[in-house]
């Protein structure tokens, strides 16, 4: 079935650096993927999403990088603040017609030091 | 804009307890709504989703029904709960037609059962 994990539970950065976050998918027919952070106690937000037509999408100090030959999704952020700690999730969707019916990783949590 | 409200924010009910937890919607018309569990350090899981008033797909066997009364009002119900049910719950919406896949999350409900 499909599945989709995050290679590392945590991560810690210093504050200035750039932060990459690592997601895999198993499922070829995902065709859109989305970033979400999701800070204590609160919703997750959304941050970004990218298209299987594309290779590279780019934010405000973030950026998504989506390998399908490896099936393997990135989250750079650019000079990582103490705003940036929370919990990252990717999510993949397959079709439009799924309709929000992401399939979640379980996060990556993201700790800045000042 | 567009905004969701989803109470209470935490909540302690005893095991055989009912349950109820409400979601509106403003600002959209005819949203998709969904209602997620997060279990602790973990991603989340889709419970139900609706795509108009009284429609309403669940997608894992549970001891929760959902409900959508109104076009921007999803309530997520127990009758007796279990301590299995305990986890932080989370709404949201998500427009409908095309490249709709992306959600608004509301807060959240820390939902405690002893």
């Known amino acids: 079935g499909e599945s989709v994990g995050l290679h590392l539970p945590t991560l810690s950065v210093q504050e200035g650096d750039n932060s990459i976050i690592n997601c895999a998918y198993s499922?070829?027919?995902?065709?859109?993927f989305i970033w979400y952070k999701q800070e204590s106690g609160k919703g997750p937000q959304f941050i970004i999403d990218?298209?299987?037509?594309?290779d590279k999408r780019q934010g405000q100090r973030v950026t998504v990088l989506l390998n399908k030959t490896v099936k393997h999704l990135s989250l750079q952020i650019a000079a990582t603040q103490p705003g940036d700690s929370a919990v990252y999730f990717c999510a993949e969707n397959i079709g439009s017609t799924n309709a929000g019916k992401s399939t979640f990783g379980d996060g990556t949590t993201l700790t800045v030091k000042p | 804009s567009q905004t969701i409200h989803q109470w209470p924010a935490t909540l302690v009910q005893p095991v055989g307890s009912p349950l109820s937890l409400e979601c509106t919607v403003e600002?959209?018309?005819?949203?998709?709504l969904y209602w997620y569990r997060q279990a602790a350090g973990r991603g989340l899981q889709l419970l139900f989703y609706s795509v108009g008033i009284g429609q309403i797909s669940s997608e894992v066997p549970q001891n929760l029904s959902a409900s959508r009364p109104q076009d921007r009002q999803f309530i997520l119900s127990s009758k007796k709960l279990l301590l299995s049910d305990s986890g932080f719950y989370l709404c949201?919406?998500?427009?409908?037609?095309?490249?709709?896949?992306?959600?608004?999350f509301g807060s959240g409900t820390q939902l405690s059962v002893l």
């Open positions: 990218i298209r299987s037509n594309m």
């Open positions: 949201a919406w998500s427009d409908t037609g095309p490249l709709n896949e992306k959600l608004f």
């Open positions: 600002g959209t018309s005819n949203p998709n």
């Open positions: 499922n070829s027919a995902s065709d859109y």
